[in-house]
């Protein structure tokens, strides 16, 4: 699509163009996957040392994302 000539053509047709990005945004998923090898899931007393996949996951649901 050529770019308007006018300031006011400009100015519309980025209002359009940003509405779309919206629109885009709105519609877009998120896919997360996590390997986690049995060793390095701490155990009792180590969850300060090491990152939990289970507090990945609650932070996750937390934030709003459906899992």
């Known amino acids: 699509m050529m770019p308007p000539d006018t300031g006011v053509d400009f100015d519309m047709h980025l209002e359009r ?20 090898c049995s060793g390095n899931i701490p155990q009792i007393g180590e969850e300060k040392k ?3 996949p289970r507090r990945i996951y609650d932070d996750l649901k937390k934030n709003g994302f459906k899992v």
């Open 17 to 36: 163009t940003l509405h779309s990005l919206d629109s885009l945004r709105s519609e877009m998923t998120y896919d997360v996957f996590m390997l986690y």
């Open 50 to 52: 090491k990152v939990s």
